[in-house]
């Protein structure tokens, strides 16, 4: 099992996390964004960099994936992508995306985009907040439970 992060959006305190639990659990950890990052030097931690461009990190995500393997993403398509190869989808808020749950959640992306398309102001998300963060450790700490050791 292979951790990857949609790392362009994440923020810096849900890579920090990851990267400890990459080096305590010597779990690989990929990092694939369209811009330089600065990581802590790991042999479990490695950086993709992309060129700039709509949807080209996801892409390369959805290219290398393996089945099993782990995504950090709040790109509702990119997680959809993600659970049809098999693997698994974590938002930084510390929702996973499952086959339950990615219908829906792409038909309200989809009305919200045709709601700016047609000018209506819909506001963005909250500001990530220690709740969220404590949710994701959480989350990420019950799946490498269970999957990291296989």
Not at 20 to 25: C, E, G, I, P, S
Not at 112 to 141: C, I, K, Y
């Amino acid at each position: 099992m292979q951790i990857w992060i949609d790392a362009d959006a994440c923020p810096r305190v849900i890579k920090e996390i990851l990267y400890r639990a990459a080096d305590r659990l010597r779990v690989p950890l990929t990092l694939v964004a369209n811009k330089a990052l600065h990581t802590p030097p790991s042999p479990y931690i490695k950086v993709i960099r992309v060129a700039a461009g709509f949807d080209v990190a996801d892409r390369e995500i959805e290219r290398l994936l393996e089945p099993g393997d782990l995504v950090i993403t709040a790109d509702i398509p990119l997680a959809a992508a993600v659970i049809e190869k098999g693997g698994h989808a974590l938002d930084p808020r510390g929702e996973f995306f499952t086959r339950d749950n990615i219908g829906e959640r792409l038909a309200m992306r989809n009305f919200m985009d045709e709601l700016r398309s047609g000018g209506v102001e819909t506001g963005g998300p909250s500001s990530f907040n220690r709740a969220d963060r404590t949710a994701f450790a959480n989350q990420l700490d019950r799946f490498l439970a269970r999957h990291a050791q296989r």
